[in-house]
């Protein structure tokens, strides 16, 4: 069994950076895809990044892309999301996801259902 807790939210202004790390608690971190997502106040949940096993391919949401830089150090079983010129509309709780990725089926980052195992998530608030 996986379990993902993540960390480093909380208030900060706009403008600022905050870095999100993820850590994994479980066997075969490196076989894993890892994926970012986030809610915010009152809508659904929402593809933010995400980064295959390996970390060779990352993807991102256009509405962060520049911005937030998805990483993972598989010997530390963690995947970190920087945040950096962080807006208002940024605010939301931001969920780390873990996608197997030893089953050979295809990547597809933005696809909430191909994740096998979700954080609690960890609340950011960016002040205007």
């Known amino acids: 069994q996986v379990q993902l807790v993540e960390s480093g939210g909380g208030l900060v202004q706009a403008g600022t950076s905050v870095r999100l790390s993820c850590a994994h608690f479980g066997p075969t971190f490196n076989m894993y895809h890892m994926g970012w997502f986030r809610q915010p106040p009152g809508k659904g949940r929402e593809f933010v990044a995400a980064i295959t096993w390996n970390g060779d391919n990352t993807a991102y949401s256009d509405s962060v892309k520049g911005r937030f830089t998805i990483s993972r150090d598989n010997a530390m079983k963690t995947v970190y999301l920087q945040m950096n010129s962080l807006k208002f509309e940024d605010t939301a709780v931001y969920y780390c996801?873990?996608?197997?990725?030893?089953?050979?089926?295809?990547?597809?980052?933005?696809?909430?259902?191909?994740?096998?195992?979700w954080g609690p998530g960890t609340q950011v608030t960016v002040s205007s």
């Open positions: 996801a873990a996608d197997w990725a030893g089953d050979g089926t295809s990547w597809h980052p933005q696809n909430e259902w191909q994740y096998d195992f």
